[in-house]
């Protein structure tokens, strides 16, 4: 009787072995793009492919559609949910922590509150995402300097835009984008009115920024100076 073959390795019956499976692994291992950034991976892209013929031209287009997609990543991120906490709003290292009035646009008085400032490097992801869930109730911008965002002026010097957060207990939270040293592009797509939930997406600084979030009168921050914080995930105080 004739022995069958033995196969060695993957063959296309075998179900591990798909196409549409290692596309869904590619996918999951490399983040999408925010689509802010969509038009620099565009214009990298196209440069390649203008220059086509000449090595260097391609090459300096394909590594410049990498970079930006590597920068305006948007990775997916699970946030905690147990009640009352209080999450990053953006990738980077804890660079403050103190106490500060909040940003006077926003009507809310001198009396300082316990404020938790992260700085973004090029490396960071740069979007931004609710440090809690709940009904925006003012978005205020303010033209500013570009300063290096790791300094302690920049809270106060540098162009902004606040975002103050009623949850649904009446606690307020606010958070600040601040633009850094090559930033000159905030977004936020966040507007009077909207619920966010906490870790919703709402909005991306370009090139380099620094997040500041003020809290509640009483609320105890749980990270320390140069932790690493992951936006969405990470918890930085919980909420009386």
């Known amino acids: 009787m004739a022995r069958r073959p033995r196969t060695v390795g993957p063959t296309a019956e075998d179900p591990a072995f798909s196409p549409l499976h290692m596309l869904e692994l590619v996918r999951s291992a490399v983040p999408p793009v925010h689509p802010a950034g969509r038009p620099f991976v ?7 492919l203008a220059g086509r013929r000449h090595r260097w031209v391609r090459r300096a287009g394909l590594l410049a559609a990498a970079g930006c997609a590597g920068f305006f990543r948007h990775p997916p991120r699970v946030p905690p949910v147990r009640p009352g906490v209080v999450v990053a709003p953006a990738d980077g290292e804890v660079c403050v922590i103190d106490a500060a009035a909040p940003p006077a646009e926003l009507g809310m008085g001198d009396t300082p509150l316990p404020r938790v400032s ?8 740069h979007v931004q995402r ?11 911008h303010r033209p500013g300097r570009f300063g290096s965002a790791d300094l302690a002026a920049a809270s106060t010097d540098n162009e902004r835009t606040s975002l103050r957060l009623r949850t649904d207990t009446g606690a307020e939270v606010v958070v600040v984008q601040i633009a850094g040293l090559l930033a000159r592009r905030i977004i936020c797509d966040a507007r009077v009115g909207d619920k966010l939930s906490i870790g919703d997406t709402y909005g991306l600084i370009r090139f380099g920024s620094r997040l500041d979030t003020y809290l509640p009168a009483g609320a105890e921050p749980v990270v320390r100076v140069g932790q690493r914080a992951i936006a969405g995930e990470t918890v930085l105080a919980t909420l009386s």
């Open 42 to 48: 565009a214009a990298g892209l196209g440069l390649a």
């Open 118 to 125: 992260i700085f973004l490097s090029l490396l960071d992801a």
């Open 130 to 140: 609710a440090p809690v869930g709940g009904e925006v109730v003012a978005v205020q």
